[in-house]
């Protein structure tokens, strides 16, 4: 291919007519060479005033209004002036259709690259995770979001701003507490959204100290509804232990209103809606990093974009995926990108071109060729947590230069229990695995009893995992937000598991 | 299918009820900040946009999470291991917390102690001014209009012939005259001169004969529909219409007093500039047009700029009538109540020549506080003397017999400070809302 006359593009400024023609470059990669499986694509393009606003609203097109997106917004402008931070590379929307951002600013170049990245790359993600499939249902996000923010907006009208803004600060506390970890949440589809709106308004209409036994019947969770008529014994019917403090309230709080508990469905939706995020950050980066890597080189390859736009992606997309080490004043944490894309190539490395050591402990796919099925398999399957687990490879470990800690609280040093040899790379591995298990680094907090017929004590259990406590004064803060909820006393108590 | 989407030109400002929330809800935490950076600044960055920073109390959002440090066991993995071998032990860093539950909101942190954001200047302002309201304004500016202006208001059918309008007047008889068909001029012309024509012909036949009667009659016709329909009638006149709207006066002057004898030192002057400021910032929201007087005075007064206002200084008495003299003077000159709101302040260190207070008295009483929308006077002490004058009814001359001004008027306000610290708490009082304003 004669190289100048195939370009995409030349000028380092966009158009829409370039990116057309990129976008469609990058589709045809995208679908056939790398045999993506993708939702349509809505790619907007916004300025650096809107990508903040996205920014500070949880990255949502629209959401309900609350101070605290407020806060974020004046934090993220503050520093975005000041410099220290670039916008954020991309935002990408979970829903069907999959919406990405290009911020306006953006070279041409740039905008290829976040095209790969997001409309294809997270893309593919959400559509193929199974947690995402099994969690979050991308049709109806968006219709869900335009509900809640309208709901809130008259919860607002009606009852004043502190009241919902109380309830709404509250709910957010709790958000991580808000999932259901093992049982599958019911979708909110359109109609049941618009069914539940009208319920919800005749609802409003009658007197709300019939609540305990009128509460809406039949929404969720699948199974029976729980009936609170004859509650002798602590959470009889109440299906304790519950761990999902969002949902618990919402059903059982004997003060709360039913527009309160509305309130609190929306903030519990939200969370289950982020929670496979949550659990899938270094392979949803990973993915998506892999993924524009391999179509930028593969658009290089094919002589459609010039020398110097590769040099341009290849400077930014190394220092996206750069991890500082631990003693770098920069370090903090492992960095998604930089481990997501390095496992991802390395599966490909492993199916291409395995070493002994990989044969050894790949036998599955190492040699086979087929990198695509073996990146597709781990993309739909796989958690960061198991993600990890599964597919670390000696090598990469010995590339970061892991090394495992053992932190007891009492002593001033920690021990170094393990580090990328041949003794430790399955305990590295493990301990690395555990680092992203969702399960363990949030906190184990259930309701475990509610004195219905005394004095109405709320009784919260905090199974501590390796004797680790909750935070003493982020924890007496969130108990007094319980307390609001519940409206009663609440008692928690951390328990050694 | 691709679909792009240009969002650029959607409204912006999405998030600007979310920032009103945040504002509202860490208003006492930024009311904080904010005046405790306006009294520490210069009084000129009022006007800027500003970086504060609030503690994070109010605008907390705790969450449940471990705490590794206090108790219990964890593991952890890291990059970038060049040296330690298992078993190895590594010093965990120096953290000002450990310990852990002991100081609980000092700790609370991890990134959520402080904030700090800029603040728009209306935001800024806005705090600032939040429950100050200029003290009788309502009374001049929205009740009393007794200024008005006449305004165009269209065209009317009846007026005084003054105010006719030529143009819509000729316009309307034209029309209605080409309506009528009323032959103009050089159709009557053109007949006479035709008419004219077959007079003079020498032979007559008898056929110009003929030509001539229907010629003499369409002529009659002509001039008899000429007579009946007017060039103008009073149909077609109209006239301009002025209607009288009544105009707030938006203008305010502001007098700005001040005793430049030798007891004044720099301390006292930039304590009165500071104050002067404040005054004309807070003025400068209130009305489109603010103009400034500086009137300096020792034993008699001069009006200068701002520049010998605050700087030069000159020896001799204090007599501080002779600065209120000067103010009336310019006022009558320049400045009537009708178009112009008085605003006076007046500072100084409280000495004046045995008598004169007296003679101030009478002035303020009689001619100036009819005048003056406000009054301020502050008197700058130092902190010695501050605490002699504990009392606001103790005081020299000048304070006593202002004192009284103060008790009939109540558009006329006195204050004591000594240094900056009191300078906003002052003026805070001086504009409190009052509560019966109407």
Known sequence: ?497 | MPYFIDRRLNPKGKSLANRQRFLRRARAQIREAVQKSLKDSAVADIVKERKVKISAKGTREPRFRLDPKAAGERDFVMPGNREYMPGDEIKKPKSDEDGGRGKQAADYAEGEDDFEFVMRQEEVLDIFFEDLELPNLVRTMLKETPNTVWKRAGITTSGSPAQINLIRTMRNAHGRRLAMRRPSLSDVKALEDELDRLERQDPQTEETRAKMAALKETLAKANAKRRWVGFIDPVDVRYNSFTEQPVPTSQAVMFCLMDVSGSMGEREKDLAKRFYMLLHLFLRRRYERVDIVFIRHTHDAQEVDEQEFFYSRQSGGTIVSTALDKMLEIQRERYTTSDWNIYAAQASDGYTQSGDARRCVEMLNADIMPLCQYYAYIEILDEREMEVFASEDSGAELWRAYRTVAGLWSNFATKRISKPADIFPVFHELFKKTENAG
């Open chain 1, 1 to 497: 291919m004669s190289s100048g006359s195939n370009l995409l593009f030349t000028e380092a400024e966009w158009d829409f007519e370039a990116l057309d023609r990129t976008y469609k470059a990058i589709e045809e990669v995208a679908l056939n060479d790398l045999k993506l499986d993708v939702y349509p694509n809505q790619v907007e393009v916004i300025s650096s005033e809107q990508m903040l606003d996205a920014y500070s609203s949880l990255g949502m097109p629209l959401m309900y209004n609350h101070w605290s997106f407020g806060k974020l917004f004046a934090r993220e402008e503050t520093m975005y002036r000041a410099g220290y931070s670039a916008l954020a590379y991309e935002i990408v929307i979970n829903s069907s259709p999959c919406i990405s951002y290009l911020l306006e600013e953006n070279t041409m170049t740039m905008q290829a690259l976040v095209m790969a990245h997001a409309a294809f790359g997270h893309n593919h993600f959400f559509k193929n995770n199974y947690l995402f499939r099994q969690w979050t249902n991308a049709e109806g996000i968006l219709e869900y979001l335009a509900f809640a923010k309208k709901y809130i907006a008259a919860c607002e009208e009606r009852h004043g701003r502190e009241a919902v803004e109380s309830v709404l600060d509250a709910a957010h506390a709790l958000m991580n507490q808000g999932v259901f970890r093992y049982r599958r949440p019911p979708r909110p589809s359109k109609e049941r959204v618009l069914e539940k709106r009208r319920r919800r308004a005749e609802y409003e209409e009658e007197a709300y100290n019939d609540l305990w036994r009128t509460l809406p019947v039949g929404v969720e969770p699948p199974g029976a509804p729980p009936t609170l008529e004859d509650d002798d014994e602590f959470g009889g019917d109440m299906k304790l232990p519950e761990e999902n403090l969002l949902y618990f309230l919402e059903k059982h709080s004997p003060t709360l209103k039913a527009w309160q508990r509305e309130v609190l469905r929306i903030v519990r939706n939200l969370a289950q809606y982020f929670y496979p995020q949550r659990q899938t950050k270094v392979m949803n980066e990973g993915c998506a990093t892999f993924v524009h890597h391999a179509i930028m080189n593969l658009l290089y390859d094919r002589g459609l974009i010039s020398e110097g736009s590769l040099l341009e992606f290849l400077h930014s997309h190394t220092s996206v995926v750069f991890q500082p080490e631990f003693n770098d004043p920069r370090y903090s944490g492992i960095n998604p990108y930089a481990l997501g894309f390095a496992m991802m190539s390395d599966i490909r490395r492993i199916a291409e071109n395995p070493s002994e050591e990989d044969r050894e402990w790949f036998p599955a796919f190492a040699g086979s060729g087929d990198w695509i099925g073996a990146l597709k398999d781990a993309w739909s399957n796989y958690r960061d947590e198991s993600f990890i687990e599964q597919f670390l490879s000696p090598r990469l470990m010995r590339e970061f230069r892991m090394f495992a800690l053992f932190d007891k609280a009492e002593e001033s040093t920690y021990k170094v229990s393990a580090i990328h040899n041949e003794g430790g790379y399955r305990k590295v591995r493990s301990l690395l695995a555990g680092q992203y298990d969702v399960g363990t680094t949030d906190p184990n907090i259930q309701v475990v009893g509610a004195a219905l017929k005394g004095d109405r004590t709320l009784f919260l259990d905090h199974h501590m995992h390796r004797g680790v406590p909750l935070h003493h004064a982020a924890k007496e803060l969130v108990v007094t937000h319980i307390e609001q909820l519940w409206g009663h006393d609440v008692v928690l108590q951390e328990a050694a598991d």
